[in-house]
């Protein structure tokens, strides 16, 4: 049994100038380079995120009468930067709460502020940035 410091220093200098520290850091270089290697072929073959906007509108839904014609509705949400309520006056953005609590099939789309504005709407106040 081991007694004293002095006699435990020169038992692991003896184990590390030995074989067995070369072998054990061959063996550690190889896993390092294995695990590396993986973390690279991982990067390769990783699938991009894609996000799809699913909104939609149906443009002809009762839009006659209401809010007159100089709405210019667009079918595709993507399009639209700025979103109203057929049944209100006020437009947001659409990632405004204001503009999540309008039904599919009310929200008319607009493009820039000033054709929301012609067709009769005013900004959200509690929408920043408009």
């Known amino acids: 049994m081991l007694r004293n410091i002095p006699e435990i220093l020169r038992r ?18 190889g896993l390092l380079s294995f695990g590396l290697g993986r973390l690279s072929l991982l990067k390769e ?5 894609r996000i799809i906007n699913s909104i939609t509108q149906n443009a002809s839904a009762g839009m006659s009468g209401e809010k007159g014609d100089s709405v210019n509705n ?4 993507s399009n639209g930067s700025f979103v109203g309520s057929k049944n209100g006056s006020k437009y947001h953005f659409p990632w ?28 959200a106040a509690n929408c920043p940035g408009l």
């Open 74 to 77: 667009i079918s595709n949400a």
């Open 12 to 29: 692991i200098k003896q184990i590390l100038a030995g074989d067995l520290f070369i072998i054990l850091l061959i063996v550690f270089v």
């Open 96 to 123: 405004c709460s204001g503009a999540g609590r309008i039904k599919e099939e009310n929200k008319v789309w607009f493009s820039t502020k000033e054709e929301a504005e012609r067709a009769g709407y005013t900004p």
């Open 45 to 49: 073959t990783r699938i991009p995120v």
